[in-house]
């Protein structure tokens, strides 16, 4: 059964980086795409940026585009989000998600705050 642990989140200031990580066990992460998901106060969850199997493929939110870059080390088992140019509107708890056939998985998120 296949088990996310985000980890990475913290407090920054506007302007500053980060780099979450979404390692996996209980199953390899070869056949799963990747997403990054996040949920500010208040706010209903949205995605911020996904990856398809091999890496080939990724896609983001408009608001992250240009920003946020994601990755992945099959060999690691590990998906990364590099978080450039923070803001404050990116303060959330940030999410990795995949699915199968049968059902979705979540990890438990790591909160990001940014602010001076």
């Known amino acids: 059964q296949l088990q996310l642990v985000e980890s990475g989140g913290g407090l920054v200031q506007p302007g500053g980086s980060l780099r979450l990580s979404c390692a996996a066990t209980?199953?390899?992460?070869?056949?799963?795409?990747i997403g990054w998901f996040r949920q500010a106060p208040g706010k209903e969850r949205e995605v911020v940026s996904c990856i398809t199997t091999n890496g080939h493929g990724t896609d983001y939110a408009d608001s992250v585009k240009g920003r946020f870059t994601i990755s992945r080390d099959n060999a690691k088992n590990t998906v990364y989000l590099q978080m450039n140019s923070l803001k404050p509107e990116d303060t959330a708890v940030y999410y990795c998600?995949?699915?199968?056939?049968?059902?979705?998985?979540w990890g438990q998120g790591t909160l990001v705050t940014v602010s001076s």
């Open positions: 998600n995949s699915k199968n056939l049968y059902r979705e998985f």
């Open positions: 209980g199953s390899t992460l070869d056949y799963y795409a």
